[in-house]
C-alpha cells in the first residue's frame, strides 16, 4: 500500500457523513458493474490476489484513487492490473470508452498476456505458520519503519509502542504476495496502542487495535 | 494530448464489453454477483447474529470466543469473511471499526461497505478523534466509556456485538432483529429500543 491509501490520521478530509440507514449498496447501476467486473477481472491474472489490487489501489494517481469514487477506483485498479499482465492493451479501456460515445478512434491491437508466474497455495488468505509465534499477549512491541514497496504497515503506528493483545491466525504476508513473489506466511498480532502514544499527550482519550505481521514489529522494553 | 479524464460509467461499460468479448467475464455471472450483494448479503444477516447472541447465552459465549465458526452456523460465510472477530459493546467499552488503507468490511454480515465507511474522512479521523467523528455520526458516548478503535489491517474482520437496549427483556429474537442496525454492527450506533 503506497501513501495514496495510507491516510489514517491526515488531515484535510472534512467532517464525516451521517448514516443513511436504507442506502443501497450501489448508488448507480455502473457501480455494481465495476465491483463484479473487479472481483471476476483481478482471476483472470494469477491467482485471485486481493494484495495484488490493493496494491494497485495504492499505486493509482490522486485523480484515479480520489475522483472516481470507491468502485470507480476499483475499476481503475483492476484496469492497472489487468494492463500490466497484458491482458488488455494500455489504452485500451479509453479508447473503447471513447468509441461508445460515438468518437472515431483506434482501439490497439489485443497484446499477448504476460501474466505472473504464480499460483496460490491455497484459497484465501490464511495459511498455517510453522513456527511459533515470537510475541504473546501482553508482550510489549514497537512497530517498525515503513518499508518501501507494498505493505500492510501504516505510517500511523510505525515507530510507536503498543502492546499485542491477541494472536491471530496465520496470514500469508501481503508485501511479498502483492507482487507475486511468494506467500511467506507469518503470524499476526493484534497489537493494542494507547492513544496518546499515536497522538500525542493533547489527544483524545481512547485505546486502538491494529494487525500487525510479525515482520513489522521488534520487541519494546 | 487530451488529459479529459472519462466518467467512471462509460469506462465500465468499456472494460466489461473488452473482457466479455474476449470471453474472460460472463455478464451473467456478473449479475448473479451484483444480485447477491443487493439481496442476501447485508446487514440483516448480522442483526440475526447478534439477536440470537441476545437470546441464547451459549451461541453468545460461542460468537465471542470463535467468531467466524459461531457465523457459520447461520449460514453465513463467503468473502472478506475469513476470520471475523466479535467484539461486545457494554456500558463501560465502546468498539468501532474502520479500514484505514482501504475499506476492508466483514461482508457476510454486513454485505458490502455503506458510502460513509469509504469515505477518506472516516478512514481518516475515526483513528485519531473517534469520539468527535462518534458525535458528528450522532452518537454521545459518556466520558467514562472507553472507546476502542478496530482498525483491519489484514484478513481479520470485526463485528460489533452491541449492547442489548434495556426495556427488550419482553422481545423474541425475531422481534429484537429489525432493532438491530448496521451502524450499530460497525460500532457507531447503539441500538434503540423500539
Known amino acids: 500500500m503506497s501513501a495514496i491509501a495510507d491516510i489514517g490520521g491526515a488531515d484535510g478530509y472534512g467532517a464525516v457523513h451521517p448514516p443513511d440507514r436504507d442506502e443501497p449498496p450501489f448508488a448507480e447501476p455502473w457501480e455494481g458493474r465495476a465491483f463484479a467486473l473487479t472481483l471476476l477481472g483481478m482471476g483472470r491474472v494469477s491467482g485471485r490476489n486481493l494484495d495484488a489490487f490493493r496494491y494497485a489501489l495504492g499505486r493509482l494517481d490522486h485523480a484515479a484513487y480520489f475522483d472516481d469514487g470507491y468502485y470507480g477506483r476499483w475499476l481503475n485498479a483492476v484496469e492497472l492490473m489487468l494492463t500490466e499482465s497484458a491482458i488488455i492493451a ?42 511459533p509465534p515470537r510475541f504473546a499477549p501482553g508482550d510489549s512491541v514497537r512497530a517498525l519503519p515503513v518499508p518501501d514497496g507494498p505493505t500492510k504497515l501504516p505510517r500511523y503506528v510505525s515507530g510507536h509502542t503498543g502492546v499485542v493483545e491477541s494472536v491471530q491466525p496465520g496470514h500469508l504476508l501481503p508485501d511479498t504476495h502483492a507482487v507475486f513473489k511468494g506467500e511467506n506466511p507469518q503470524h499476526v498480532y493484534t497489537v493494542r496502542f494507547d492513544s496518546r502514544e499515536l497522538w500525542g499527550p493533547d489527544a483524545e482519550t481512547f485505546a486502538l487495535t491494529i494487525e500487525l505481521f510479525d515482520s513489522y514489529l521488534e520487541p519494546a522494553a | ?173 425475531e422481534q429484537l432483529v429489525p432493532l438491530i442496525t448496521r451502524d450499530a454492527l460497525v460500532g457507531v450506533a447503539k441500538v434503540a429500543a423500539p
Open chain 2, 1 to 173: 494530448m487530451t488529459t479529459e479524464r472519462l466518467p467512471a460509467s462509460l469506462r465500465t461499460e468499456a472494460l466489461e464489453q473488452i473482457l466479455t468479448e474476449r470471453g474472460l467475464v460472463d455478464p451473467g455471472v456478473m449479475d448473479k454477483f451484483i444480485a447477491n450483494y443487493e439481496t442476501n448479503v447485508g446487514p440483516l444477516n448480522g442483526a440475526k447474529v447478534v439477536a440470537k447472541a441476545w437470546t441464547d447465552p451459549d451461541y453468545r459465549e460461542r460468537l465471542l470466543a470463535e467468531g467466524t465458526a459461531a457465523i457459520k452456523e447461520l449460514g453465513f460465510s463467503g468473502p472478506q469473511g475469513e476470520h471475523i472477530v466479535v467484539v461486545e459493546n457494554t456500558a463501560t467499552t465502546h468498539n468501532v471499526t474502520v479500514c484505514t488503507l482501504c475499506s476492508c468490511y466483514p461482508w457476510p454480515v454486513l454485505g458490502l461497505p455503506p458510502s460513509w465507511y469509504k469515505d477518506p474522512a472516516y478512514r481518516a479521523r475515526v483513528v485519531r478523534e473517534p469520539r468527535t467523528v462518534l458525535h458528528e455520526m450522532g452518537l454521545d458516548l459518556a466520558d467514562d466509556v472507553e472507546i476502542v478503535v478496530r482498525d483491519s489491517s489484514s484478513e481479520v474482520r470485526w463485528l460489533v456485538l452491541p449492547e442489548r437496549p434495556a426495556g427488550t427483556e419482553h422481545l423474541t429474537e
Open chain 1, 90 to 131: 494500455p489504452g485500451a479501456v479509453d479508447a473503447r470508452a471513447r468509441a461508445l460515445r460515438g468518437e472515431q478512434v483506434d482501439e490497439p491491437p489485443t497484446p499477448e498476456p504476460d501474466k505472473p508466474d504464480y499460483a496460490p497455495t491455497a484459497a484465501g488468505s490464511l495459511r498455517e505458520v510453522p513456527d
